[in-house]
């Protein structure tokens, strides 16, 4: 009671006599109490959403866990069965009396019937768009009925696909959902169906901030120029204010008079003394916490907060002597790009949580990562993950979610594929993690490299209309929606921008290099095919033994049992991965699969050893490396650094060395020392190259005083290395590398010349 009264005085010594009034936009979740029902299926499940169909009969005991055992092919029917999810609610009392109340959809994967109190209210046909609808005039006090309908997906996919002339090359073409549900050389073919983002009702008066984000126009110590797009939904037209302040400052604050309806504004802010956010290991992350206040007068309508962090951030692709420079300028500094690409963390996307993405991309951030690629055929990552990576420095290249196939070009798609892409460019843009827009992955380079012409038989004028369809959205639609609503950030058509066979790839733009996977090249090919930005490369490794063991539920194991092969989506893999182990480690004889798959991943750590090490010293030729890739959808072979649950390969731990601020190599050529610097300071110190036997016995040494300016990446000849080496078995010999300066140990390494096996 005491602590009641006490409340009560202090509530009133702040706000004195003041009314406090009821905010002018509410919400109800209406994510509580659905049922799931299985059409002709005797299934009726009680469960909550955000949730997928497959989740629940997990959780409710009908299906085995989906990622376990050999159970894929008996789960595929889910997909294409329908589904049905009903909701019976009362409505909250303050929402009755808004005038306008909206319901909201923040995710339906994928073709969805809505109806509310038997009212049919859309069709959904796009997972990747929210879908909202006023719904004031369908709405009753008590008991109102939700029906959300899911259709078969696979035959409605199929009926659309058949449709289309010409052909398409997959028929996940059609459908705005995720591409990997289909099926990859990394996932099996689980296409989800639910509702798999939170649902709710929205009621408001007068006006609403439906969107505010702030973006970086230029920025430097002094001072920053920033952008408030602002997205206002108003019944009349009017003047209205808006304040928009970071803690107790207040940086801008306007009147402007609008019309009734939906509105985008922007509103330049400009702020003295910034403090810039920077990539890890370049700087600091400071976020600023931003608020802005909508007024009618002195009411407040509605008000949004959000972090956001200060840095500008530059695409360069500029020719230059070899072909063009590509690299990125943050706040103004060259970045060498060190990182992966990001699939979706789960098969069940909503089984994708905020603790496993920290403790994801934390590994990644320990590993030296400043950049990750969202690869175009999974799905836009939550706003956890963007949080994620905006505290801890980890720039995001972020692919729209279109991969591997041409698409449709009707405009009911292309209208579709516009709003989806408005819709994630507005959620996207306050962070600062987020880099560039990308148009999506190895789609030109599937058009002009993969034979889809000939092998699909289309027409002259069919090639035509497929290829001014690709144009329109890759090069008109996306850049356009970029330009429109964010207006700073990059868009770069495609990834890679030239197929791996074509020799501009390595001097221009980005290139998947598969010369080595797809092509079985040995690993050593990776030294000659060194581009301006390798955005893909990579090699597989099963994942850690007690990941098997999981998976395996006491079946015995062994490369080819039912259970490895089952987790094995590539039809080369198995082999390829025993190829490269008997090709680097031609005297092991592993004592059993435990060690075989630690072979496993020492090769592929090798592999990438070459690979990284070539694209570092290549310095300012290249500028970034991102292997494939840093994580799995579920426990499976394939080209990970860390495996589904999350163990890290032998590969991600060695990149704590390959992707140190400073690396110290061999030159395989010449038996130079490179020394390769991202620091953003220059070097003064001494290099200690030792050549040590096997057994740790040192047989040459020598010292070089190195100096070096920030950012650069610099050869140094040793006296008498090259002499000892040339003379030496190098299958023998470890070259020891030091780097100190004064004190302090800057940077070191052992350098083998060959698969080491340990
Ligand atoms: C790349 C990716 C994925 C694929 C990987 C391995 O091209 O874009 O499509 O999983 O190759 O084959």
Not at 152 to 163: G, H, I, K, V
Not at 182 to 194: L, T
Request: proline share 5%.
């Amino acid at each position: 009671m005491k602590k009641i009264y006490l409340i009560c005085l202090l509530l009133f010594a702040l706000f004195g006599c003041q009314t406090i009034e009821k905010p002018n936009v509410l919400e109800q979740s209406l994510n509580q109490g659905w049922t799931l029902t299985g059409d002709t299926l005797s299934i009726n499940m009680h469960i909550d959403v955000p949730s997928v169909v497959q989740q629940s009969l997990y959780e409710n005991g009908i299906i085995p866990h989906p990622y376990l055992g050999t159970v894929e092919n008996d789960l595929l029917w889910i997909s294409d069965h329908p589904w049905d999810y009903t909701l019976h609610f009362d409505l909250d009392k303050e929402l009755l009396v808004k005038e306008n109340v909206e319901l909201v959809f923040e995710g339906l994967d994928t073709y969805t019937e809505v109806k509310l109190n038997g009212e049919k209210l859309f069709f959904a046909d796009n997972q990747f768009r929210e879908w909202k609808v006023d719904v004031k005039s369908f709405l009753r006090d008590k008991d109102n009925l939700l029906e959300v309908h899911f259709a078969r997906y696979d035959s409605t996919q199929l009926a659309l696909y058949e449709q289309h002339q010409p052909r398409l090359p997959e028929k996940y073409a059609v459908s705005r959902k995720a591409p990997y549900q289909h099926g990859w050389d990394w996932a099996p073919k689980y296409k989800n169906v639910g509702i798999w983002k939170p649902v709710k009702l929205v009621g408001w008066d007068k006006a609403r901030l439906k969107n505010a984000y702030i973006v970086t126009q230029t920025a430097d110590t002094e001072k920053a120029e920033l952008m408030l797009h602002l997205d206002v939904e108003n019944e009349t037209d009017g003047t209205f204010e808006f304040v928009v302040s970071t803690g107790s400052t207040t940086l801008a604050s306007r009147s402007l008079s609008l019309l009734k309806g939906r509105q985008h504004s922007v509103i330049p802010i400009t702020i003295d003394n910034p403090q810039l956010w920077w990539p890890n290991e370049m700087g600091e992350q400071p976020l600023y916490d931003f608020e802005v206040v909508l007024k009618k007068g002195q009411q407040v309508l509605d008000t949004k907060q959000f972090k956001s962090g200060i840095r500008t951030f530059e695409m360069v692709d500029e020719p230059d002597s070899i072909g063009r420079a590509f690299y990125f300028k943050v706040n103004g500094v060259p970045m060498y790009a060190k990182g992966a690409n990001y699939v979706p963390e789960e098969m069940i996307e909503t089984w994708i949580n905020a603790d496993n993405t920290l403790a994801l991309l934390r590994e990644a951030k320990d590993a030296h990562f400043n950049m990750l690629r969202v690869w175009g055929g999974g799905i836009y990552p939550s706003n956890d993950f963007f949080n994620i990576c905006d505290s801890l420095g980890i720039l995001i290249w972020q692919d729209f979610m279109y991969a591997g196939t041409m698409y449709p070009y009707d405009e009911a798609f292309l209208e579709n594929a516009r709003i989806e892409a408005e819709e994630q460019v507005k959620r996207l843009a306050s962070h600062p993690s987020l880099a560039l827009w990308c148009g999506g992955n190895e789609i030109s380079e599937g058009y002009y490299n993969w034979g889809w012409q000939q092998s699909l038989g289309w027409t002259e004028e069919e090639d035509k209309a497929i290829k001014a369809g690709y144009d329109r959205l890759f090069e008109g639609i996306l850049p356009q929606t970029v330009t429109e609503f964010d207006g700073t950030r990059p868009y770069w058509p495609s990834s890679p921008s030239k197929g791996w066979g074509r020799p501009e790839s390595l001097t221009e733009g980005d290139v998947h290099y598969w010369g080595v996977w797809w092509g079985e090249q040995p690993y050593e090919m990776y030294r000659e095919k060194v581009g301006r930005f390798n955005s893909e490369y990579g090699y597989q490794s099963y994942p850690d033994y007690s990941t098997l063991q999981k998976i395996a539920q006491g079946e015995p194991l062994s490369p080819n049992a039912e259970v490895i092969t089952a987790h094995q989506k590539h039809p080369r893999g198995t082999r390829q991965i025993d190829d490269f182990i008997q090709r680097y480690y031609p005297n092991v004889q592993p004592k059993d699969f435990e060690e075989y798959v630690h072979l496993s991943q020492l090769s592929q750590a090798y592999g990438m050893e070459v690979a990284i090490e070539a694209h570092r010293t290549a310095k300012p030729y290249n500028m970034g490396t991102l292997y494939w890739q840093l994580n799995d959808a579920w426990p499976v072979t394939s080209w990970s650094s860390i495996d589904y649950y999350g163990n890290p390969k032998v590969l991600h731990g060695q990149l704590k060395e390959l992707y140190a601020p400073v690396l110290l190599s061999v030159d395989w050529k010449d038996y130079g020392i490179f020394v390769t610097s991202d620091l953003l300071r220059d070097i003064d110190g001494i290099l200690t190259v030792a050549v040590h036997d096997l057994n740790g016995g040192q047989l040459f040494e020598q010292k070089v005083q190195v100096r070096m300016s920030a950012n650069e990446n610099k050869k140094y000849a040793v006296e008498g290395l090259a002499e000892y080496l040339r003379n030496a078995d190098l299958e023998k010999v470890c070259v020891k590398l030091k780097l100190i300066e004064g004190e302090t140990l800057t940077a070191e390494r052992n350098c083998y010349f060959f698969a080491f096996y340990e």
